[in-house]
């Protein structure tokens, strides 16, 4: 399928304008030969130096399919052992990336579409998006989800060009990796609740066509869970689209709002590794996990409200004591009180926060069931608890302590801790 790009431009009802940069989306079988028509005879034909950045995985899963293309483009083959999206690989890209290279070709997964996008974004140059698998949410994304100096930091990266999904390739990733996906769509259902309580309580701008839009592809995907497990072509295809759709939603609202809270904070926490030890979790199984735990502990707070006992306490500030315990001893306590820094909780009216009670509990009534949630999760073969992410179960309730100082994005759990349930 080409995906209706100019459906997403026309006036929204939430007054904006939405800018899309990117120029066109294919997600269908043989999309690879599109590229490579596009590379020789369309309108890539200018960039005479393209160079095809991927990992040792991702090149023995797809260069067959992608022979015509590796032959025309240079590349860099990164070694996947231990391959993060962090300072480190960033500098070991540019010093291998030819001085010449006019175009990027991110092919492969978050990790190479991160280093790729804000590589291309310090050259100058633009990048397409190969993805080898449906395995997150960021490939359309405008930042990188980089760790620099031990802190995880979205920094301003570039969007691809052109987007060529190869349902030839996709489809036929490990399945570990389309379940990963998975969990970081159904997180969209904590994202979206976050957004719009922080309309509620705070003013925040927001779109309700994006909403929208997110929760019909989310539900789509859901009753399509059986056949995507099967390998059907046309289900991984709509898998496809609803990550790639969170990516476009990212551009139309100018931020990363639309795709990114509570449930991606604990992601980013843990991946920061200063209350727990390294694992080979893939960034799409955290989310899932922080999904359910984010979930959780909202619950609490909606019986909190509708029983009435739901009170709200004096902000005394940051939790000085407990951000210098935990990331001080990690060389990173300076960075978070930047990121912390305006307090997004000083901006919080106590007694706006009060009559938005009930919306707030109205708004949670729009997530699904714990029940439903794992039934979705575990029909997709999601990953579902700490343990299975390789974290103790110990670690829940610091996690939920901890999270909200990762990101600035106000969230029901920062505004947790203004709150008495």
């Given amino acids: 399928m ?37 590379l020789t005879e369309g309108e890539l034909r200018e960039f005479t130096a393209p160079v095809i950045v991927w990992d040792d995985n991702t090149s023995e899963a797809a260069e067959e399919i992608l022979g015509d293309v590796s032959e025309i483009c240079q590349e860099i083959c990164l070694s996947a052992g231990n391959l993060r999206a962090d300072s480190r690989s960033v500098e070991i ?20 579409h991160d280093l790729s996008r804000y590589v291309a974004a310090q050259r100058r140059i633009p990048f397409l998006s190969v993805p080898t698998a449906a395995s997150m949410d960021g490939f359309l994304s405008t930042t990188a989800d980089l760790s620099q100096d031990g802190m995880k930091k979205r920094v301003p990266a570039r969007a691809p060009l052109y987007v060529f999904a190869d349902t030839d390739i996709f489809s036929k990733a490990p399945y570990r990796l389309t379940a990963a996906g998975i969990s970081d769509l159904l997180g969209k259902y904590i994202c979206l609740a976050d957004w719009r309580i922080a309309h509620a309580v705070t003013g925040e701008y927001i779109c ?6 997110e929760y019909k592809a989310v539900k789509d995907v859901v009753k399509r869970l059986d056949d995507i497990r099967e390998g059907d072509a046309e289900a991984c295809e709509r898998l496809m689209y609803a990550l790639l ?25 843990w991946e920061m590794e200063v209350i727990n030890e390294s694992t080979d979790a893939l960034h799409g199984e955290q989310v899932g996990v922080g999904l359910l735990l984010a979930e959780k502990y909202y619950r609490r707070i909606q019986k909190a409200i509708e029983n009435g006992r739901c009170e709200i306490r004096r902000h005394e500030g940051l939790e000085k004591e407990l951000l210098q315990t935990t990331f001080g001893s990690h060389g990173l306590y300076e960075a978070v009180m930047d990121e912390n820094t305006p307090d997004p909780l000083d901006e919080v009216d106590p007694e706006r926060l009060r009559r938005a009670f009930s919306e707030i509990a109205e708004i949670l009534d729009d997530i699904p069931s714990r029940e439903r949630l794992m039934d979705m999760m575990e029909e997709g073969g999601c990953r579902v608890s700490l343990s299975e992410i390789g974290l103790p179960e110990s670690l829940e309730e610091e996690s939920l302590a901890l999270a909200p100082y990762v990101g600035r994005q106000m969230s029901l759990l920062r505004l947790g801790k203004l709150l008495v349930i």
């Fill in 2 to 38: 080409e995906v209706d790009l100019e459906h997403l431009r026309k006036p929204c009802t939430c007054g904006r304008a939405h800018e899309i940069s990117v120029r066109g989306i294919w997600i269908e079988s043989g999309a690879s030969g599109r590229l490579y028509e596009m």
């Fill in 93 to 112: 890209l540019e010093e291998t990336l030819p001085e010449e290279t006019d175009l990027i070709l991110a092919v492969g997964g978050g990790t190479i």
């Fill in 208 to 213: 309700e066509e994006i909403c929208s839009l």
């Fill in 245 to 269: 759709l969170s990516g476009l939603a990212m551009q139309m609202a100018g931020g990363p709002r639309p795709a990114f809270c509570a449930e991606h904070h604990l992601s980013c926490l």
